[in-house]
């Protein structure tokens, strides 16, 4: 049973997601392709045993989903099931397992393919980076479903595009393919179709590569600092760089470009 605080209660179903353990990276895959990955409340417990269970050896984590889609959103079969009560608590299980994904110790970077919707984007949207390919499509389908994002999307999906956006989106049904989504910023690559994996794993093996302090300060400071006022911005981010600064592994890396023998950025 997950020691996950937002899925108490509710058994993972394991088998609905796959955990691929690299040396430095664990490729997490969504594993209901009969069902589009759509996310049950077993999935979504899965989701957060897994993430509670990477190795330590895990510098990054790659998301994906098998099939033709990535994510068909949230399991519509099991709503039908929920009184007001037990949907205000499924909402916040799914805060608490994005949270752990969010602002866990890794990046995440996401491979998205096929329907990224609902539930799906919003899953997307509490990754640090997304790779779209080219047979990617973004939307909100709650507005033609009666129901509401339930899944921090009106939060996370307008911090990326706007809430006026999110508010077509759903009013109207559209439906963003991946050129204009990646242009508006639902994803930060645009690949050639049935690329997206590879070019998720290239990402985060390159991530893996960073000092885990820095990594862990981009997660951490990042979106905090964008939501404090710049006076208090300025100081978070002085202490996470003096924190950062004083790791050995910083210190080595800095000697090693003086040196000569570190990596120098190119073009
Ligand atoms: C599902 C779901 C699902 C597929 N819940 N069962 N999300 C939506 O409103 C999107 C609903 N899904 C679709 O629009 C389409 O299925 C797709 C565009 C994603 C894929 O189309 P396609 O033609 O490849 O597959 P399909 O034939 O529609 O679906 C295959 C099976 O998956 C079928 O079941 P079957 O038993 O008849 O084979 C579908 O019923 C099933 N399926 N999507 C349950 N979502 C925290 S709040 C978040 C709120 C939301 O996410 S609302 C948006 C829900």
Known sequence: MSNIQGSAGIAPSLDQIQVEHRSSISIIRLSRPQKRNAISDGLMAALGHHIAELPESTRAVVLAGEGEHFCAGLDLGELK???????????????????????????????????????????????????????????????????????????????????????????????YKAAEGTALGLAQYH?????????????????????????????????????QPADHGFLTESMLAAIAQSAPEAKARVKAFLDGTGPKVRA
């Open 81 to 175: 099931e929920r009184d007001a009560v037990e949907g205000l608590h499924h909402s916040r299980s799914w805060y608490y397992i994005l949270r752990e994904l969010e602002q866990g110790r890794r990046p995440v970077i996401a491979a998205l393919h096929g329907a990224v919707v609902g539930g799906g984007l919003e899953l997307a949207t509490a990754c640090h980076i997304r790779v779209a390919d080219d047979s990617a499509f973004f939307a909100l389908p709650e507005g033609s479903r009666g129901i509401f994002v339930g899944g921090g999307g009106s939060v996370r999906i307008s911090k990326l595009i706007g809430a006026h956006r999110v508010l077509d989106m759903m009013l109207t049904g559209r439906v």
């Open 191 to 227: 690949v050639p179709a049935g690329e997206a994996l590879t070019k998720a794993i290239e990402l985060a093996e390159r991530v893996a590569t960073n000092a885990p302090m820095t990594n862990y300060a981009l997660i951490q400071g990042l979106p905090r600092i964008a939501e």
